[in-house]
């Protein structure tokens, strides 16, 4: 049940899914609104720290979902050659999109050389820095693979409802339920 089998996807792939999913949706909507906020504002500093600390945390998982993927199997993909084709792209690019969005947010924070209190439990520390324009360009980056990835994600989730509504595949249900998929 925790992994990966040719007929489902295990328990650890799902959790890191869905955690991913509400994670990645909650620091676009957190990233978008602190943008916005005045200097006096009580969550001028708060909403970054918030921000950075999740975002920190995210990579740390997409890093480990990566290794995770690597040594589990990959379920059998539902539809035709095209469709399955377009999927394996569209996963690769998620991934691609999410570690751009996070390593560019990681260049921002540490462009003057200082660390990232990840929820003042540790610190990242700030490996690269002082780079000309680094915060500006990685400011950049961060916002259009941000939008890239909200909207790739959106075409994601649109494909899975099709499969599932239309297409009348498990492949919604599999990424539910580890449990389903193993009875058949």
């Known amino acids: 049940m925790w992994r990966n089998t ?3 996807w295990g328990l650890v792939s799902i959790l890191f899914h869905w955690a991913s999913a509400v994670a990645i949706l909650g620091l676009f909507l957190l990233g978008w609104w602190m943008t916005d906020l005045g200097y006096y504002d009580p969550w ?3 909403a970054p720290w918030w921000h950075r600390s999740i975002g920190m945390l995210l990579l740390f998982a997409t890093l480990l ?3 995770w993927r ?3 199997p990959t379920p059998v993909s539902h539809g035709s050659r095209l469709e399955r084709i377009a999927a394996h792209l569209g996963h690769t ?3 691609v999109l999410m570690l751009t969005v996070m390593v560019s947010g990681y260049l921002i924070s540490t462009a003057r050389g200082r660390g990232i209190s990840v929820f003042d ?3 990242v520390p700030a490996l690269v820095s002082h780079l000309p324009d680094q915060a500006s360009i990685a400011g ?3 916002w259009y693979s941000a939008v890239a990835l909200l909207l790739l994600a959106a075409g994601h989730t649109l494909a899975a409802l099709k499969h599932h509504f239309l297409d009348r595949h498990d492949t919604f249900i599999r990424m539910l339920n580890p449990a389903r998929t193993r009875r058949r």
Request: charged content about 25%.
């Open 93 to 95: 690019a998620l991934y």
């Open 44 to 46: 001028y500093n708060r």
């Open 6 to 8: 040719r007929s489902g």
């Open 70 to 72: 690597l040594f589990q």
């Open 121 to 123: 439990w540790f610190e």
């Open 65 to 67: 979902r990566v290794l």
């Open 140 to 142: 950049e980056i961060h």
